[in-house]
């Protein structure tokens, strides 16, 4: 079982409203998954043969609004990490979050069970003299820092053309106003590159995180623009994997797209959007409460994917 991980910053499951974009704009990707549902609090618990949607905590049990820095260490490690701080914490992670990272990283536990493991993401120039100096200084995502020590390589804008990594706004729009010499893509085209790369590994990251900006901006136009996009290339992710092999998983670290009348995030609770064989998604909701259930899942699915034993009830703690 191959299973290709899309991370997006910032997206809750909100209601029925016009204020979520999820219901303004039309998502046909998405609706097809789930049946005609829209993507919604209201459609969770959603599964066919296409996909399931379940929900995720992202509060932690620690008081005030979640935010990126200890959502996505709570993902990335299996720990919770606002409850490790005593608080949220928004942005990158700290020094005690680094450590906890260094020792805990999603790639390195993955790698010391003998898989393979990729972050898909290219970067730009800049990147890679801090790179090359230790990453000195703060200002580093939890998804960089996880590639850092897991001892994974970093892509350049080089591996794009080459079909060996996707630029964190899908698409290289971003890439070509700064004058980069690089293709652009559709976001199907998007797609169809991150699952070639995913086919040479047995989990695949790749992160997106224009979602959150958008939410801070709360521009409604911005906001739709964003889920267009993304409805697009989840639904032909779907669309091109091999449910029999291949397993695609969504999912945040906490809401803030889905309400555009607020610039701060929300307490929503997040999704987890599977896609695959449905004997390897039924009964998840049993055992998946908040972020810190995902690696635990993760490495289960790695582990039982493609056997006939049913998963649910048997996830390790």
Same mark, same amino acid.
């Given at each position: 079982?191959?299973?290709?991980?899309?991370?997006?910053?910032?997206?809750?499951?909100?209601?029925?409203?016009?204020?979520?974009?999820?219901?303004?704009?039309?998502?046909?990707?998405?609706?097809?998954?789930?049946?005609?549902?829209?993507?919604?609090?209201?459609?969770?618990?959603?599964?066919?043969?296409?996909?399931?949607?379940?929900?995720?905590?992202?509060?932690?049990?620690?008081?005030?609004?979640?935010?990126?820095?200890?959502?996505?260490?709570?993902?990335?490690?299996?720990?919770?990490?606002?409850?490790?701080?005593?608080?949220?914490?928004?942005?990158?992670?700290?020094?005690?979050?680094?450590?906890?990272?260094?020792?805990?990283?999603?790639?390195?536990?993955?790698?010391?069970?003998?898989?393979?493991?990729?972050?898909?993401?290219?970067?730009?120039?800049?990147?890679?003299?801090?790179?090359?100096?230790?990453?000195?200084?703060?200002?580093?995502?939890?998804?960089?820092?996880?590639?850092?020590?897991?001892?994974?390589?970093?892509?350049?804008?080089?591996?794009?053309?080459?079909?060996?990594?996707?630029?964190?706004?899908?698409?290289?729009?971003?890439?070509?106003?700064?004058?980069?010499?690089?293709?652009?893509?559709?976001?199907?085209?998007?797609?169809?590159?991150?699952?070639?790369?995913?086919?040479?590994?047995?989990?695949?990251?790749?992160?997106?995180?224009?979602?959150?900006?958008?939410?801070? *901006?709360? #521009?409604?136009?911005?906001?739709?623009?964003? &889920?267009? /996009? +993304?409805?697009?290339?989840? $639904? @032909?992710?779907?669309?091109?994997?091999?449910?029999?092999?291949?397993?695609?998983?969504?999912?945040?670290?906490?809401?803030?797209?889905?309400?555009?009348?607020?610039?701060?995030?929300?307490?929503?609770?997040?999704?987890?959007?599977?896609?695959?064989?449905?004997?390897?998604?039924?009964?998840?909701?049993?055992? *998946?409460? #908040?972020?810190?259930?995902?690696?635990?899942? &993760?490495? /289960? +699915?790695?582990?039982?994917? $493609? @056997?006939?034993?049913?998963?649910?009830?048997?996830?390790?703690?």
């Amino acid at each position: 079982m191959r299973l290709t991980f899309i991370f997006i910053d910032g997206v809750g499951l909100g209601g029925q409203e016009s204020n979520n974009p999820f219901v303004y704009m039309d998502t046909p990707g998405l609706s097809n998954l789930l049946e005609g549902k829209r993507f919604t609090k209201r459609a969770v618990g959603h599964a066919s043969t296409k996909a399931s949607l379940l929900s995720l905590d992202a509060t932690l049990g620690v008081g005030g609004l979640p935010q990126s820095a200890t959502g996505q260490a709570s993902i990335f490690t299996g720990k919770n990490a606002a409850a490790f701080l005593g608080r949220h914490l928004r942005g990158f992670p700290n020094n005690s979050l680094r450590r906890l990272i260094a020792e805990k990283s999603l790639f390195k536990q993955l790698k010391q069970l003998g898989y393979r493991v990729v972050f898909a993401n290219a970067y730009r120039p800049p990147f890679f003299e801090l790179l090359r100096r230790g990453l000195p200084g703060s200002r580093y995502s939890c998804s960089t820092l996880i590639t850092y020590y897991g001892g994974l390589p970093f892509y350049s804008l080089e591996d794009i053309k080459a079909g060996r990594a996707l630029y964190m706004d899908i698409t290289n729009e971003i890439l070509q106003r700064l004058q980069f010499d690089v293709p652009l893509l559709t976001p199907e085209q998007g797609a169809k590159q991150l699952v070639d790369i995913s086919r040479k590994f047995d989990f695949c990251l790749f992160e997106y995180f224009l979602s959150d900006l958008a939410g801070h *901006l709360a #521009d409604s136009n911005e906001a739709g623009a964003v &889920v267009n /996009k +993304l409805d697009q290339f989840i $639904g @032909s992710l779907a669309d091109q994997i091999d449910p029999e092999e291949e397993m695609l998983i969504v999912t945040s670290d906490h809401g803030n797209l889905e309400d555009v009348t607020r610039r701060d995030h929300t307490l929503n609770r997040v999704p987890l959007l599977m896609v695959g064989d449905i004997s390897l998604r039924f009964g998840w909701d049993k055992d *998946l409460s #908040d972020l810190t259930d995902l690696l635990p899942m &993760v490495k /289960k +699915l790695l582990e039982t994917g $493609g @056997s006939d034993k049913r998963l649910a009830g048997e996830m390790s703690t």
